[in-house]
């Protein structure tokens, strides 16, 4: 949830005293840290640029329908699809305790804001939903209680099927466009490629195989549930983001979009042939970001850089017009930069 927290982080306990609080969080576009996982604008942000609206609220920073007008996030940092109950019948402790189904409560709350079931209605019709991405902090909740990346593979039902009541149960409050985003290639991430050095890298990419291997059976799964609303719901635009794809690109061709031959090292961390060191982590002291952010894919060895945000968004909407963007003009690619 990390890689859409727009702020909410800033506005927990649990996290508000995170990396993302200090700089060099932040420093690219906003020039100060603003809860972001970033050096910049997230994917989010990009999309509601290239939609004319507003970078979305953190909930957890509002109070009132008037703060929510343009938009809202109730993504947090850390958060996981499953619920405690789910991780503490394994033996694991989630990293935060906020779950999608807090995340839903929340979400009903800014629902009884919007005043008239009328007005309601408007809005929920006229408004994007991104679901999502969830998921990704389940699995390493999962590896940091020593959980096998193969034993990892039964938790895949599990997060899909958190994803899919959350989607339903946004369209059954009225929402006729859902945007979905899948996982990222969780092989290619530097803190688990710093964890896993003795893993089954492919030789094409240096990513770490089986990693892959899990994030591709999670897309399965999540696009065949999607398939299955679409059914459901006629009427309503489900639509995917394939980050997976996005990034995996990046990975494999990264000069073809401008970014370094190493595009499996963090900008900013401690040390090590990822630049990734969890005792160092980006922003701590010893630590410091590379000079240019916008050649490195990685951003902190675990969240992306703006420069790649602005690729998968730039993707996604490209994929996904004019569902999601009425059309994929030369005007929309100029506002947030697209090639």
């Avoid at 305790?97 to 007005?119: D, E, I, M, R, Y």
């Avoid at 945000?309 to 004019?322: D, F, G, I, Q, Y």
């Amino acid at each position: 949830d990390s890689l859409t927290d727009t702020g909410n982080s800033l506005h927990l306990a649990a996290t508000r005293a995170g990396p993302s609080s200090r700089p060099p969080y932040g420093e690219t576009f906003f020039r100060r840290p603003t809860g972001r996982a970033s050096d910049g604008r997230l994917v989010v942000d990009f999309i509601a640029e290239a939609l004319g609206v507003p970078h979305p609220t953190p909930y957890l920073a509002g109070k009132s329908a008037e703060d929510f007008r343009r938009g809202v996030n109730f993504a947090v940092g850390g958060a996981t699809a499953l619920g405690p109950d789910f991780f503490e019948s394994r033996g694991l402790k989630p990293f935060v305790p906020v779950s999608f189904t807090n995340q839903a409560t929340w979400f009903k709350n800014v629902l009884q804001l919007l005043g008239s079931v009328h007005n309601r209605t408007r809005i929920m019709a006229t408004s994007l939903f991104i679901v999502g991405e969830i998921g990704v902090n389940d699995y390493l909740v999962a590896f940091a209680g020593n959980t096998t990346v193969e034993e990892a593979r039964a938790f895949v039902p599990h997060i899909v099927g958190a994803v899919r009541s959350v989607v339903t149960e946004v369209i059954a409050a009225g929402a006729r466009t859902v945007l979905v985003p899948g996982m990222i290639p969780l092989g290619c991430e530097p803190q688990l490629l710093a964890l896993y050095q003795s893993g089954d890298h492919d030789p094409a990419s240096g990513c770490i195989k089986p990693l892959n291997n899990l994030a591709e059976l999670h897309n399965r799964a999540l696009n065949g549930m999607l398939r299955e609303l679409r059914r459901a719901h006629p009427g309503t635009a489900i639509l995917y983001a394939d980050l997976y794809g996005a990034v995996a690109d990046l990975i494999v061709s990264p000069r073809k979009y401008g970014f370094r031959d190493e595009p499996l090292a963090a900008c900013c961390g401690g040390s090590g042939v990822y630049n990734f060191n969890m005792t160092a982590f980006c922003g701590a002291a010893g630590t410091a970001a590379c000079a240019d952010p916008s050649e490195y894919v990685s951003w902190d060895g675990v969240h992306f850089t703006e420069a790649a945000n602005r690729h998968t968004a730039c993707a996604t909407l490209k994929a996904n017009s004019p569902a999601l963007l009425s059309s994929w003009t030369a005007e929309a690619r100029r506002r947030i930069g697209c090639a």
